[in-house]
């Protein structure tokens, strides 16, 4: 599958963006989604995930609260709605898919087969 993510850009402190990452192929419906993001001298972090169906999201505690994950099948895109954005939240965001064994890691990089380019996302305070 190959993965496009779109949406970033720059937005004052307090504000919204929604990312979106398009997927090819024709079995979207059985891919496991996740976020990631790396700010400028900083290590890949976990951002969010979403399972195969949508029933079950995971988020890390930095962004709990303020960002939701969502998928539609239907669409082959899976969404991440950034609300109350902060200057730490600054990064290049990268989706990333897997498909088996659905019991992998979902907070985990390594667990995830498919990356998509990433989107630059500023958040200026």
């Known amino acids: 599958v190959q993965l496009q993510a779109s949406g970033g850009g720059l937005v004052q402190g307090g504000g919204s963006l929604r990312l979106s990452c398009a997927a090819s192929g024709r079995t979207f419906s059985a891919y496991n989604m996740g976020w990631f993001r790396q700010a400028p001298a900083k290590e890949r972090e976990f951002v969010s995930a979403?399972?195969?169906?949508?029933?079950?999201?995971y988020y890390a505690d930095s962004v709990k609260g303020r960002f939701t994950i969502s998928k539609d099948n239907a669409k082959n895109t899976n969404y991440l709605q950034m609300n109350k954005l902060k200057p730490e939240d600054t990064a290049v965001y990268y989706c990333?898919?897997?498909?088996?064994?659905?019991?992998?890691?979902?907070?985990?990089?390594?667990?995830?087969?498919?990356w998509g380019q990433g989107t630059l996302v500023t958040v200026s305070s």
């Open positions: 979403i399972n195969w169906s949508g029933g079950s999201t």
């Open positions: 990333a898919a897997f498909s088996f064994p659905r019991y992998k890691d979902y907070t985990q990089s390594q667990s995830y087969d498919y």
